[in-house]
């Protein structure tokens, strides 16, 4: 354990050890962000469409404004 090439194998180790855990976390976040951003997407969607048949039925119970 005194040599230095052991201290040098230790520290190349962590150091890839440490930048993998990097890589990794920065690649889920980046996949984290993409499927929430796709979720949000796809509420406001059917949120308009839903907006958009409501005030179809306004419409049609309520006759059209100013006709």
């Known amino acids: 354990m005194n040599e230095p090439q052991v201290w040098t194998l230790i520290g190349v180790f962590?150091?890839?050890l440490f930048?993998?855990?990097t890589l990794?976390?920065?690649m889920f976040l980046r996949v984290l962000k993409a499927e929430?951003?796709?979720l949000e997407a796809r509420l406001t969607g059917?949120?308009?469409a839903l907006d958009r048949d409501v005030q179809a039925i306004a419409r049609h119970v309520f006759g059209?404004?100013?006709a």
Do not use: F, Q, R, T
Request: glycine share 28%; hydrophobic share 40%.
């Open 46 to 48: 059917k949120i308009d």
């Open 19 to 21: 930048g993998m855990l």
């Open 24 to 26: 990794m976390s920065s």
């Open 36 to 38: 929430i951003g796709g």
């Open 64 to 66: 059209e404004p100013g």
């Open 14 to 16: 962590a150091a890839g």
